[in-house]
């Protein structure tokens, strides 16, 4: 009986995860490089004096038509060296430019607000921002704003981590795994998730929704823009499988920051519309399922469990290739562990409280 049930939960498993395959080996039309609209990147960092200089190296080295990309370097009132080092670096540079949060837009907090003071004096038609922490490829921006056809509304990015152990690698490819989700339900137009460490849009459109101070507050505010955008009814949102529009960041070093992690991502997930409900409910049933494999062991449990592990590696094999990234693929095992866990845990872990800590402030 219980067999049965099993399999019918691996059963729509199954399905949902060729439908993310499918979305994500989708591709697009570019344009050519002299029609490139010109571009602002953007990163609010906010006590990032260990991880700033490294993303601002990157930066530098950024391939785009010249005079068409700025650099806006938002410091989110850092209490420690990260303004001093933004200073230092941009001395000279003409395509960046920094900015200290001052003016509350709205109601908007933390790093919205941060990104909403850029973009209000952003020139570039399109934007794209990245995290403190994340090095960019330098045909990032370019190869980003190639993407955008006269009815591309936002373009997304894949972000793998620096991955050197199982707990580092983990979290690398659980970063690809949540991003092929994005992917492919993006690409198959019914977006439930996207990241703002690798997102990029059109500025009018960001001002048609108008702006971040007209969407209510989110602790992921990439995905609440993203969703908004989409409702217009008058772009297209994609997220191309593009190594080279690929960003690495660095993973958590501690299970503290992780659990914190998670609890936020989790906390602002609950914004998805119904859709990613069914996602998430799919993916809690089946990891249940290999939690209770010692329980209810037997030969037919036992291949099911099998086979679940095989429909992840299924999903992730093929988009850690086209990335150029397969060598994480070696801690496969630790993310089987870590994914079957966390998938379980985050819905207690939310009726416990939806409190959330982050860069010093508390949501």
């Known amino acids: 009986m219980f067999e049965i049930i099993f399999l019918v939960v691996l059963s729509g498993y199954f399905i949902q995860s060729v439908l993310f395959v499918i979305g994500a080996a989708k591709r697009f039309p570019k344009i050519k490089e002299e029609?490139?609209?010109?571009?602002?990147?953007?990163?609010?960092?906010?006590?990032?004096?260990?991880?700033?200089?490294?993303?601002?190296?990157?930066?530098?080295?950024?391939?785009?038509?010249?005079?068409?990309?700025?650099?806006?370097?938002?410091?989110?009132?850092?209490?420690?060296?990260?303004?001093?080092?933004?200073?230092?670096?941009?001395?000279?540079?003409?395509?960046?430019?920094?900015?200290?949060?001052?003016?509350?837009?709205?109601?908007?907090?933390?790093?919205?607000?941060?990104?909403?003071?850029?973009?209000?004096?952003?020139?570039?038609?399109?934007?794209?921002?990245?995290?403190?922490?994340c090095k960019v490829h330098p045909s990032w921006a370019k190869t980003v704003a190639s993407y955008y056809q006269k009815d591309i509304g936002a373009v997304n990015g894949f972000t793998t981590q620096n991955a050197s152990n199982g707990f580092s690698g983990m979290q690398a490819i659980d970063f690809i795994y949540l991003l092929t989700v994005a992917s492919g339900t993006i690409n198959l137009k019914k977006p439930i998730s996207c990241i703002g460490n690798n997102m990029s849009y059109r500025k009018q459109a960001y001002e048609e929704v108008g702006g971040y101070e007209n969407l209510p507050f989110s602790v992921t505010e990439d995905f609440n823009l993203l969703f908004s955008i989409y409702k217009l009814g008058k772009y297209k949102i994609i997220l191309p499988l593009d190594s080279n529009t690929l960003i690495t960041s660095k993973p958590c070093t501690n299970f503290k920051d992780l659990y914190h992690q998670k609890k936020r991502w989790s906390v602002g997930g609950l914004g998805v519309p119904f859709r990613g409900y069914i996602v998430m409910a799919w993916g809690f049933l089946t990891n249940l399922g290999i939690l209770l494999t010692p329980l209810f062991f037997s030969p037919v449990w036992l291949y099911l469990a099998v086979f679940k592990i095989a429909i992840d590696f299924f999903v992730l094999y093929p988009v850690h290739k086209q990335l150029g990234i397969s060598r994480n693929l070696k801690y496969f095992l630790y993310f089987q562990i870590y994914y079957t866990l966390y998938v379980i845990a985050i819905p207690f872990v939310l009726a416990a409280g939806r409190k959330v800590k982050w860069k010093g402030r508390e949501y």
């Open 35 to 133: 029609d490139l609209p010109s571009a602002t990147v953007i990163v609010a960092a906010r006590n990032e004096e260990e991880n700033i200089l490294n993303c601002l190296e990157s930066l530098e080295h950024l391939e785009y038509p010249e005079g068409k990309l700025e650099i806006i370097i938002v410091d989110d009132k850092s209490t420690d060296s990260t303004g001093k080092i933004i200073d230092d670096f941009i001395a000279g540079k003409e395509k960046f430019k920094k900015i200290v949060t001052k003016k509350e837009i709205g109601m908007l907090k933390g790093k919205t607000n941060a990104l909403a003071n850029a973009i209000d004096i952003a020139e570039g038609e399109i934007i794209l921002t990245t995290d403190a922490d």
